[in-house]
């Protein structure tokens, strides 16, 4: 993956990709479309007050949970047109009572004439009274004003055909899909409205992918793409310890840069965790094997098997393959996790089942979710060893299941870093979880599938100390991880940093478990259980695909006072453990 997708070759140029759609006929008519959409509407933020639980944003006045809700956001819009073409801005997609703090939780996303808008999302919270106490996520203003096409002129088949050759120009052929989905959506791109099928290829083989393509639904041009698999690990030029004898015999220790991918029993099962002792949640876990296979068996046999690879087996009940033993077990770990500490179903809590695939691709030094499943590579057994033998690394995939059926964060820039984050959280609490709840921390990312010939020398990452993690320089001055807000990375490599600003919130998540003191800030902890807590109830009830570090501040802060209450007006010990811990990696409150 590393190699097969450096930043450049995942995101096709525009330019390159008309190309590939010139076959679709434009008619000339439909061609005026091309270039039809409006400016860009300013989008404002107006979530996210300071959180507070006696603020009131909004009143109900009498009416209903979904009323006031859409009441609330369309009274932050501020154009009188886009008001006054009614409440339909606002389509609410979820709604969750929460019983613990009386309180209740609805998700929305915006549409222009039924049609989903790409990336919007709010969050809005009402207490008991259904009075609004916060919000968060942006409303795009003057959509009525707006230029936007809406009647498609290529069908959804033409759709992913283009999509399709997209993705193998890309990768090469691919026999199998993991799935195809496709939307039609609204798509704003540098400042256009277009309407377009989102059509997201899910791919284990011959590379694990996640496309977006973005194909006009006017015009069959494909107006933006990129692969969106979270990866477990940094882009290509991740450094390394490295040492070696010079010409005097000595032994030198010295950082370098390495490119990584050179890189009748049945393995199906199921995890019983959660639900009630009468009735327990059961999760089908199903674990496949790739095989690094050849093109010709991998035909004959995926008629047959589908797209996962092939079944791991035995004529006894011993398995002899430690990685998907390793990939099969820590599923049904990470799974008891989710279901014990938070009372979530799976990943998408309503139960879904978890594949995984082992022995992905040639020495590949990498996991992902690829929108459907796991995919575990073998690592090249010095840089990595099997991947599928880090439990906070299939915790990590894994949350990224959870993080797509809750804040869906979009993978790019802070809101991607807060995914990346969010995703090492929860991998390494699930890990500690494992190993019991009295254990000490252990606040690193995949120490143990890393380097497997040198001991004892950390992991991919560290939420403990970002910092003591080697960075290239291609990726800003300071050569590490960065642990504060404006040391962040601004640049356009991984996704504008998505694992590498993940860092900065991962300090905070070890700030407010453990305490510690940081750039003068002392922070005192209040324990990985209510941390845990915090996190969760932030990206359940209260990030939205747009969050950004600072909403990610106001996210933890209200989530800590809605389980910690403010008492006589002052905030609880754990709300202010959690302020201090973000004024402590530089996140500002405004
Ligand atoms: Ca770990
Ligand atoms: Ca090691
Ligand atoms: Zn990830």
Redesign the pocket.
Same mark, same amino acid.
């Given at each position: 993956m590393i190699s097969h997708f450096k930043e450049g070759v995942s995101v096709l140029k525009k330019k390159d990709q008309k190309k590939m759609s010139k076959k679709v006929v434009i008619p000339a008519v439909l061609a005026l479309s091309v270039t039809f959409g409006g400016i860009l509407p300013n989008a404002t933020t107006f979530a996210a007050q300071p959180a507070s639980a006696s603020t009131i944003l909004y009143k109900a006045e009498g009416l209903s949970k979904q009323e006031v809700v859409k009441a609330f956001l369309q009274s932050q819009v501020a154009d009188t047109a886009t008001r006054a073409a009614g409440g339909d801005q606002f389509k609410i997609i979820s709604e969750q009572a929460d019983s613990t703090t009386g309180t209740y939780h609805v998700r929305t996303i915006e549409q222009y004439k039924g049609i989903p808008i790409y990336g919007s999302g709010q969050a809005v919270a009402l207490d008991a009274n259904n009075d609004v106490y916060a919000s968060f996520g942006t409303v795009t203003q003057k959509l009525a004003r707006s230029i936007i096409p809406t009647e498609a002129s290529i069908s959804q088949d033409d759709a992913i055909a283009i999509a399709k050759e997209g993705v193998e120009s890309q990768i090469g052929a691919v026999k199998n899909y993991d799935g195809i989905d496709s939307e039609l959506t609204i798509y704003n791109y540098e400042g256009q409205y277009h309407l377009t099928y989102l059509i997201k290829a899910s791919t284990s083989i011959p590379a694990p992918g996640y496309f977006h393509y973005f194909v006009d639904a006017t015009s069959g041009e494909i107006i933006d793409s990129f692969n969106a698999i979270?990866?477990?690990d940094v882009p290509a030029v991740t450094p390394v310890m490295a040492r070696g004898l010079d010409v005097t015999g000595t032994m030198q220790n010295f950082i370098a840069v390495k490119d990584a991918a050179s890189g009748k029993n049945y393995l199906h099962g199921a995890a019983i965790a959660g639900g009630t002792t009468a009735s327990p949640n059961i999760v089908s876990v199903h674990t496949f094997d790739a095989r690094r296979m050849g093109e010709t068996p991998f035909l004959l046999l995926s008629g047959l098997l589908g797209f996962t690879g092939f079944e791991v087996e035995t004529k006894t009940n011993f398995f002899a393959d430690p990685a998907a033993v390793s990939a099969h077990t820590n599923s049904i770990k990470v799974n008891k996790y989710f279901q014990d500490i938070h009372k979530r179903n799976s990943l998408d809590d309503k139960g879904m089942g978890l594949i995984s695939t082992v022995h992905i691709g040639s020495k590949w030094n990498n996991a992902a979710?690829n929108g459907k499943q796991m995919l575990y590579g073998d690592g090249d057994g010095v840089r990595m060893s099997s991947l599928a033998g880090g439990m906070d690394v299939a915790g990590? #995939?894994m949350t990224?299941g959870v993080i797509s059926n809750t804040a869906n964060l979009t993978y790019q820039d802070e809101s991607g870093a807060i995914n #990346?984050s969010i995703?090492d959280i929860f991998g390494a609490l699930s890990e500690m979880h494992s190993h019991g709840i009295t254990s000490p921390g252990e606040w690193e990312m995949g120490e143990d599938i890393y380097t497997p010939y040198i001991a004892g020398d950390g992991g991919l990452r560290s939420l403990s100390d970002p910092a003591s993690i080697p960075l290239s320089t291609a990726y800003g001055p300071l050569g590490h991880y960065p642990d504060r807000y404006q040391d962040r990375y601004v640049g356009t490599l991984d996704k504008g940093g998505v694992?590498i600003n993940s860092s900065i919130n991962n300090k905070a998540a070890y700030l407010i478990a453990e305490g510690g003191e940081h750039y003068g800030v002392q922070v005192t902890g209040i324990t990985r259980s209510k941390t845990e807590k915090i996190f969760y109830r932030a990206l359940t009830k209260y990030l939205v695909a747009s969050s950004d570090f600072k909403e990610m501040r106001q996210a933890a802060i209200q989530s800590a006072r809605d389980l910690y209450p403010d008492r006589n007006g002052q905030p609880s010990a754990e709300t202010n453990t959690v302020i201090a811990a973000y004024d402590a990696i530089g996140v500002p409150a405004e």
């Amino acid at each position: 993956m590393i190699s097969h997708f450096k930043e450049g070759v995942s995101v096709l140029k525009k330019k390159d990709q008309k190309k590939m759609s010139k076959k679709v006929v434009i008619p000339a008519v439909l061609a005026l479309s091309v270039t039809f959409g409006g400016i860009l509407p300013n989008a404002t933020t107006f979530a996210a007050q300071p959180a507070s639980a006696s603020t009131i944003l909004y009143k109900a006045e009498g009416l209903s949970k979904q009323e006031v809700v859409k009441a609330f956001l369309q009274s932050q819009v501020a154009d009188t047109a886009t008001r006054a073409a009614g409440g339909d801005q606002f389509k609410i997609i979820s709604e969750q009572a929460d019983s613990t703090t009386g309180t209740y939780h609805v998700r929305t996303i915006e549409q222009y004439k039924g049609i989903p808008i790409y990336g919007s999302g709010q969050a809005v919270a009402l207490d008991a009274n259904n009075d609004v106490y916060a919000s968060f996520g942006t409303v795009t203003q003057k959509l009525a004003r707006s230029i936007i096409p809406t009647e498609a002129s290529i069908s959804q088949d033409d759709a992913i055909a283009i999509a399709k050759e997209g993705v193998e120009s890309q990768i090469g052929a691919v026999k199998n899909y993991d799935g195809i989905d496709s939307e039609l959506t609204i798509y704003n791109y540098e400042g256009q409205y277009h309407l377009t099928y989102l059509i997201k290829a899910s791919t284990s083989i011959p590379a694990p992918g996640y496309f977006h393509y973005f194909v006009d639904a006017t015009s069959g041009e494909i107006i933006d793409s990129f692969n969106a698999i979270h990866e477990a690990d940094v882009p290509a030029v991740t450094p390394v310890m490295a040492r070696g004898l010079d010409v005097t015999g000595t032994m030198q220790n010295f950082i370098a840069v390495k490119d990584a991918a050179s890189g009748k029993n049945y393995l199906h099962g199921a995890a019983i965790a959660g639900g009630t002792t009468a009735s327990p949640n059961i999760v089908s876990v199903h674990t496949f094997d790739a095989r690094r296979m050849g093109e010709t068996p991998f035909l004959l046999l995926s008629g047959l098997l589908g797209f996962t690879g092939f079944e791991v087996e035995t004529k006894t009940n011993f398995f002899a393959d430690p990685a998907a033993v390793s990939a099969h077990t820590n599923s049904i770990k990470v799974n008891k996790y989710f279901q014990d500490i938070h009372k979530r179903n799976s990943l998408d809590d309503k139960g879904m089942g978890l594949i995984s695939t082992v022995h992905i691709g040639s020495k590949w030094n990498n996991a992902a979710w690829n929108g459907k499943q796991m995919l575990y590579g073998d690592g090249d057994g010095v840089r990595m060893s099997s991947l599928a033998g880090g439990m906070d690394v299939a915790g990590h #995939e894994m949350t990224h299941g959870v993080i797509s059926n809750t804040a869906n964060l979009t993978y790019q820039d802070e809101s991607g870093a807060i995914n #990346e984050s969010i995703a090492d959280i929860f991998g390494a609490l699930s890990e500690m979880h494992s190993h019991g709840i009295t254990s000490p921390g252990e606040w690193e990312m995949g120490e143990d599938i890393y380097t497997p010939y040198i001991a004892g020398d950390g992991g991919l990452r560290s939420l403990s100390d970002p910092a003591s993690i080697p960075l290239s320089t291609a990726y800003g001055p300071l050569g590490h991880y960065p642990d504060r807000y404006q040391d962040r990375y601004v640049g356009t490599l991984d996704k504008g940093g998505v694992h590498i600003n993940s860092s900065i919130n991962n300090k905070a998540a070890y700030l407010i478990a453990e305490g510690g003191e940081h750039y003068g800030v002392q922070v005192t902890g209040i324990t990985r259980s209510k941390t845990e807590k915090i996190f969760y109830r932030a990206l359940t009830k209260y990030l939205v695909a747009s969050s950004d570090f600072k909403e990610m501040r106001q996210a933890a802060i209200q989530s800590a006072r809605d389980l910690y209450p403010d008492r006589n007006g002052q905030p609880s010990a754990e709300t202010n453990t959690v302020i201090a811990a973000y004024d402590a990696i530089g996140v500002p409150a405004e």
